[in-house]
């Protein structure tokens, strides 16, 4: 099978911008969740999708949004950007939801705000 | 925010050493589970360590799970250079269904 992938790989922006990352998952996969992870805050939960539904949400900002469309892929948009959201995006999969089954990781997606 | 605390921060051993990391955390869990990540790439999963579970084995991996003390730890036995990564803990905390990671413990394996 096919791994997580997403795209883009590698992203700049400036502040005030948005942006659309996409993850595609493991075919069969019915969760995608989706992880920021910085230097300073190291791995945090931003949201969780199962069956094109928000299940679960992290704490941030209404800025950071997404979906997941009936073939299960999934997006994430940030909008009006800011330097703290310079970070590596990552989305994981799995078969059941939230954390209650092994997660399949991305590469993620490096996301620079100038 | 984080639940897990790892320990230690960084390890560096020589090949063919066993490193042990360990992982704390303050909420009661359904599963634990272990990632690896080279170099802000994504992660790989590991292991994963269900409550009701106190050890398991995968290859030279060694992962235990006191739930008691809200404590893991997971051994790497006979390292090799490939070992070189960044290892986290995450738990799947009773009710939230997300997974919460642990800071991360570093480790240079040196050939």
């Known amino acids: 099978k096919a791994g997580v992938t997403q795209t883009p790989r590698y992203l700049i922006k400036t502040r005030g911008q948005q942006v659309t990352l996409s993850c595609s998952p493991i075919s069969g996969h019915r969760s995608v969740s989706w992880y920021q992870q910085t230097p300073g805050q190291g791995l945090q939960f931003l949201f969780e999708y199962f069956s094109e539904t928000q299940r679960n949400k992290g704490n941030f900002p209404g800025r950071f949004s997404g979906r997941q469309f009936s073939n299960s892929r999934s997006e994430m948009n940030v909008s009006t950007l800011e330097l703290g959201d310079s970070a590596l995006y990552l989305c994981a999969s799995s078969w059941g939801q939230g954390g209650t089954d092994t997660q399949y990781f991305g590469p993620g997606t490096r996301l620079t705000v100038l | 925010s984080q639940q897990g605390e790892e320990d230690p921060q960084a390890l560096s051993i020589q090949e063919g050493e066993n490193a042990t990391m360990n992982c704390s955390y303050k909420?009661?869990?359904?599963?634990l589970q272990w990632y690896r990540q080279n170099s802000g790439r994504g992660l790989v999963h590991l292991i994963l360590?269900?409550?009701?579970?106190r050890e398991k084995h995968s290859g030279r991996l060694r992962v235990t799970l006191d739930t008691s003390k809200k404590s893991s730890s997971l051994l790497i036995t006979a390292s090799r250079a490939a070992d070189t990564a960044s290892y986290f803990c995450a738990t799947d905390e009773t009710g939230r269904r997300a997974l919460t990671f642990g800071s991360g413990t570093r480790l240079q394996v040196q050939p």
């Open positions: 909420t009661s869990i359904n599963n």
């Open positions: 360590i269900r409550s009701n579970e």
